[in-house]
C-alpha cells in the first residue's frame, strides 16, 4: 500500500475577512489533496465564517501577533509538507503547488516565496527598505545569500516544523524562521512569487518603525545567543582600547619619571582590561553551549525523516511551468 505525503496549508488572519476568503480558494484549488487551516487572531470581524464558507478548518489563537499563531500551528499541524501564507491575499496562493512539489524533489526543508511587486504601492518604500537593511544584517552576521528574510510565503519539512522553537510573538518570527535555516545549514530554496497590493477593504498589521526596530532587536538578541564568541569578542575589544587609551599617558609617566602620578587612572585601566579579559573568556564558555545546543536541536531535526514523494506520484503536473528557483543554505 503506497501512502501519500500529507500536506497542510496554515494561514494566520487577524480581521481579514475581505481576502481570507479568495486565499483559502486559492489553496484548495491548487493543493486539493491539502487540509487548509485558518488560525483566527482575535479578530473582530467576520474572519471566522468566511474562512469556513471558504471551506478552511478554523481554529483560534487568543493571544495577538503572527509568531503566537505560528508556534500554536506548529505544535498542532502534523503533515509532511506544512506551508503557511498570510491571509491579505498579497501573495499568489495558485503557487503553491510549484512551492510544495520543490519541497518534495529536492529534497528541502524550506522553501521560500522570494516576493515580486507586481502591483505599485503593494510594498511600501520603508518596508522595502527595511527589509534588505536586515537582510543585509542577517547575511552579515550569520552568512550565506537570503534575499528576502521576511517573506511570509512558505514551505517547511516535518523536521523543520518539529525542531523550530517558534519564541517569537509578532511578526520577527520570519526572522527567527531564516536564522534557525542558517543556524543548522537547512537545505533551502527560494522560488520567485507576485506580490501584489491589498484587496480593497484590507489594512496592513506592519508597522514600518516598530516592527522594524522589533526585528532588530531580534536580530540582535540572535546574534548575542547564536554568535556569542563574536559578540563578546567586539565588546571585549572596545573594553581594551578604552583601557590601552586610559594606561598609555600612565605608562609614559613612568617611563619618564619612574613613578605613577596617576594612581586612580592606573588602577581604572587594569579594571579595565581585567573586566575585557573576563568578557572574552564568558564569550568562548557561552560558544561551547551554543556548540552543544546546536548539537542538540540537529539531533532532534535529524530524528524526522527527510521529505520524500513517493516515484509515481506526480499531481497536477507537478515540475512544469517553474519560475526562477535559487537554491541556498545546503547542508551537508
Known amino acids: 500500500m503506497v501512502v501519500e505525503p500529507t500536506i497542510a496549508c496554515v494561514v494566520p488572519c487577524h480581521n481579514e475577512e475581505a481576502a481570507v476568503g479568495k486565499v483559502v480558494r486559492d489553496l484548495r484549488a491548487a493543493l486539493p489533496e491539502a487540509v487548509v487551516y485558518v488560525y483566527d487572531n482575535a479578530s473582530t470581524d467576520r474572519t471566522v465564517d468566511v474562512a469556513r464558507a471558504a471551506g478552511a478548518i478554523v481554529r483560534q489563537e487568543p ?47 524550506q522553501v521560500v516565496g522570494a516576493r515580486r511587486v507586481t502591483d505599485d504601492g503593494a510594498y511600501r518604500t520603508g518596508h522595502a527598505v527595511g527589509n534588505k537593511v536586515l537582510t543585509g544584517a542577517v547575511r552579515s552576521l550569520f552568512g550565506n545569500d537570503v534575499t528576502d528574510m521576511l517573506s511570509g510565503y512558505r514551505v517547511f519539512s516535518r523536521r523543520f516544523v518539529k525542531s523550530f522553537p517558534a519564541l517569537a510573538r509578532e511578526f520577527e518570527t520570519e526572522t527567527e524562521m531564516t536564522i534557525h535555516a542558517l543556524h ?3 537545505p533551502t530554496a527560494e522560488v520567485v512569487v507576485d506580490y501584489r497590493v491589498r484587496p480593497a477593504g484590507g ?73 575585557a579579559a573576563l568578557v572574552l573568556l564568558v564569550g568562548y ?46 547542508g551537508p
Request: glycine share 6%; aromatic share 6%.
Open 63 to 109: 493571544r495577538k501577533g503572527k509568531g503566537n499563531v505560528i508556534r500554536r500551528a506548529f505544535a498542532d499541524v502534523d503533515a509532511d509538507a506544512l506551508l503557511i501564507v498570510d491571509g491579505d491575499d498579497t501573495y499568489d496562493a495558485a503557487r503553491s503547488r510549484d512551492m510544495v512539489d520543490l519541497l518534495f524533489e529536492g529534497p528541502y526543508d
Open 184 to 186: 543548522l545549514r537547512l
Open 203 to 275: 489594512e496592513s498589521k506592519l508597522r514600518t518603525y516598530r516592527d522594524g526596530w522589533r526585528i532588530l532587536r531580534v536580530i540582535l538578541d540572535l546574534a548575542r545567543r547564536e554568535r556569542p564568541s563574536l559578540v563578546h569578542t567586539v565588546i571585549a575589544g572596545v573594553l581594551a582600547l578604552i583601557s590601552v587609551v586610559l594606561g598609555i599617558p600612565v605608562i609614559a609617566d613612568f617611563v619618564r619619571t619612574g613613578t605613577v602620578p596617576r594612581v586612580p587612572t592606573a588602577i581604572l585601566a587594569a579594571a579595565i582590561m581585567t573586566i
Open 285 to 330: 564558555i557561552l560558544e561551547s553551549l551554543t556548540h552543544m545546543r546546536q548539537e542538540q536541536t540537529r539531533l532532534v531535526h535529524l530524528a524526522y525523516p527527510a521529505p520524500v514523494r513517493t516515484p509515481h506520484y506526480t499531481a497536477h503536473g507537478a515540475g512544469t511551468g517553474r519560475v526562477p528557483v535559487r537554491k541556498t543554505m545546503d
